[in-house]
């Protein structure tokens, strides 16, 4: 049974840094093209980042250019999202997804993407 586990969240003021991870079992993320999306309260689920296969390739929408890092490590089959400069909108719950189809590059559509976590809340509030 493949699972992806968020963890990572939390309650952050304005400003400050969270890392989310996301941790597979089942399958091996080195496998597998990685996206990061996140859905905030009446809106539409948004990726915002995502890393290909060969590591080669990572993919930032441009509100979070310069602020939201993913990364891998295979050896402990997790992707990191590391956030810097949190902003108020950037509160969501954040998911991480899995996809066999994309390997040199990735992107952010979601219907790509075969096996989702369950998601771990980023709220950022003073």
């Known amino acids: 049974q493949v699972q992806l586990v968020e963890s990572g969240g939390g309650l952050v003021q304005p400003g400050g840094s969270l890392r989310l991870s996301c941790v597979a079992s089942g399958i091996s993320l080195e496998h597998f093209a990685i996206g990061w999306f996140r859905q905030a309260p009446g809106k539409e689920r948004e990726g915002v980042s995502c890393i290909s296969v060969t590591d080669d390739t990572t993919e930032n929408v441009d509100s979070v250019k310069g602020r939201f890092t993913i990364s891998r490590d295979n050896a402990k089959n997790t992707v990191y999202l590391q956030i810097t400069n949190l902003r108020a909108e950037d509160t969501a719950t954040y998911y991480c997804?899995?996809?066999?189809?994309?390997?040199?590059?990735?992107?952010?559509?979601?219907?790509?993407?075969?096996?989702w976590g369950q998601g771990t809340q980023v709220t950022v509030s003073s």
């Open positions: 997804a899995a996809t066999s189809e994309l390997y040199y590059f990735c992107q952010h559509d979601d219907q790509l993407y075969d096996f």
